[in-house]
């Protein structure tokens, strides 16, 4: 089959990838003029060991499994990656109840190595901590998204594949039993083809409304969830990731470490109406007084705002998170069409599994 991808971050790149090696002919169209300009490039580089998400959702089951295949590729391809492992910390004893939660939730989904410590043994670990105790997750690691997209891309191309940058797909309609792509931009034409993957991220709900024969009333409403990092100037003093309880609409400012092993902190949640990508410095409050209930020593004037990315969530403040959506064609009844919508956190850990679920769709 010939194959439409809309959207060149890590979704659509492993999406078309794995289209490719199924044997289609694959086009990836992308807006921008570059791979992963979107939320793949503004995220915590977490290979997320997959504890928070319910046994048999779509996050839950491609988390854990992506996370284990993620590993493999980043070693057979040459990703830089790193399984550094992480603390999720209780500072008191609702939070040890909340960590607890998470270690059982963890130990449903089949989370490899999980295991509760003492106080002790965490400042054994990390001295820099304080905490009543808390979760190890030895196979939670950090990767570089970026290089994982540029081997994606690599695959992709050697299977023929071709990405079309500065090419936004403006409407999709039905035409002799196949896909009409519209599209704009300098060179703006239409092409014809078998079956669309819609992984335009934050512009999936877009695309979806102008898909001819899609009902309106199956596109989600797409809710705006900026996340807030700040960088730390300082010498690093954890070699594990370092996570609090999560919060309603995230997993909690936590501390993460780049591939180079420098500490940056976040993200936050801030509920967005429009996209908006500027980092207020006075949120850089509520960071310093959250890191300091876990780690006592971060001193004053440390942080400074460094960038952020926008979740692309499904429900607002107050309300359960949504899982992943997959509308596929035994969802919607339309052939060859695959609209993805919700790919926040873990989609980059997941993206590998997802992949493989979107194409058995086509
Ligand atoms: C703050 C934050 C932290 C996160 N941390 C982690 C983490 O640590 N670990 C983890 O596993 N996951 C994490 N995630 C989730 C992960 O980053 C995303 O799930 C993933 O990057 C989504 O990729 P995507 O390809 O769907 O979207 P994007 O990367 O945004 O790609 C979509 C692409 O589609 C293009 N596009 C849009 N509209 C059109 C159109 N009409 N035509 C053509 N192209 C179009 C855009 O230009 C863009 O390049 C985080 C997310 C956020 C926001």
Request: hydrophobic content about 40%.
């Amino acid at each position: 089959m010939q194959v439409l991808v809309i959207g060149a971050g890590v979704i659509g790149l492993v999406t078309a990838r794995a289209a490719a090696l199924a044997g289609h002919e694959v086009v990836v169209a992308e807006a921008a003029n570059a791979i992963g300009t979107g939320i793949s490039s503004r995220n915590s580089e977490v290979i997320h060991a997959g504890m928070y998400y319910p046994t048999g959702s779509l996050r839950g089951r491609h988390c854990v499994q992506g996370r284990r295949m993620l590993y493999d590729y980043c070693a057979s391809h040459g990703v830089p990656h790193r399984k550094c492992g992480k603390l999720i910390v209780a500072t008191d004893a609702a939070e040890q109840v909340k960590v607890e939660s998470i270690h059982a939730q963890g130990l449903r989904n089949g989370v490899e190595g999980l295991r509760m410590i003492d106080a002790a043994e965490a400042r054994g670990l990390e001295p820099a901590l304080s905490c009543t105790g808390a979760l190890l997750s030895p196979e939670t690691g950090i990767i570089d998204a970026h290089g994982y997209m540029l081997a994606l891309r690599g695959d992709l191309e050697d299977r023929g594949g071709r990405i079309a940058f500065n090419t936004p797909v403006e409407q999709l309609s039905r035409a002799d039993g196949r896909w009409r792509v519209a599209f704009g931009g300098k060179e703006a034409g239409s092409i014809a083809v078998d079956a669309v993957v819609n992984a335009a991220g934050l512009g999936a709900q877009a695309v979806a409304t102008r898909t001819e024969g899609y009902p309106a009333e199956r596109v989600p409403p797409l809710v705006l969830c900026k996340g807030n990092y700040f960088s730390y100037a300082g010498r690093p003093v954890f070699s594990r990731l370092i996570y609090p309880v999560p919060v309603d609409g995230g997993i909690g400012i936590h501390i993460t470490l780049d591939l180079a092993g420098r500490m940056r902190f976040g993200p936050d949640v801030e509920w967005l109406e429009r996209e908006d990508y500027a980092v207020d410095p006075k949120r850089a409050d509520a960071f310093y007084a959250r890191i300091r209930s876990y780690w006592p020593g971060l001193p004053d004037n440390a942080l400074m705002p460094a960038y952020c990315g926008i979740r692309p969530k499904l429900s607002g403040p107050g309300v359960p998170q949504q899982d992943f959506l997959i509308e596929g064609p035994l969802q919607h009844g339309l052939p060859g069409l695959v609209h993805l919508f919700g790919i926040e956190s873990p989609g980059l850990t997941s993206s590998l599994s997802l992949a493989e679920e979107v194409v058995s769709y086509l």
